[in-house]
């Protein structure tokens, strides 16, 4: 299972969407981001568009329903990924990010999570 020690954390809440990014150190030791991002309302046009989009690095790296179930729990977030999450975002399921204690940012990106999970877009992801 990859565990991944989160170092930086932005979150926001735009008009149209919600987005959390968590920066952690990869295999190079570069700070990577990963971004969890739900839109606010559904595209009756794009349904597809109506999940979760996952992106690790790049947008070359990303996915739209990608997540059967994100947990978010005290110091961490838990991506259980299906086929399509495991192969767009070229990682093992599943995918831990640890918050160490002292990353500022925690408390108002489990928030933003919270309102994701109440989203249409958002309905896998379970913050306890």
């Not at 969407?17 to 971004?35: C, K, Q, T």
């Not at 002292?102 to 999970?117: H, N, T, Y």
Request: net charge positive.
């Amino acid at each position: 299972m990859p565990s991944y020690e989160v170092r930086r954390i932005r979150s926001d809440v735009t008009e149209d969407y919600a987005v959390v990014s968590l920066h952690y150190r990869d295999g190079s030791g570069r700070l990577a981001p990963f971004h969890i991002v739900c839109q606010k309302t559904g595209d009756e046009r794009h349904p597809d568009l109506d999940t979760v989009y996952l992106e690790r690095d790049d947008q070359a790296v990303a996915c739209y329903g990608g997540a059967r179930q994100i947990n978010v729990t005290g110091d961490r977030i838990e991506l259980l990924l299906n086929r399509k999450g495991i192969k767009s975002l070229r990682v093992r399921s599943p995918v831990v990010l640890v918050v160490p204690d002292g990353v500022s940012g925690w408390v108002k990106a489990r928030r933003v999570l919270a309102a994701m999970a109440g989203y249409s877009s958002g309905q896998v992801i379970r913050v306890a």
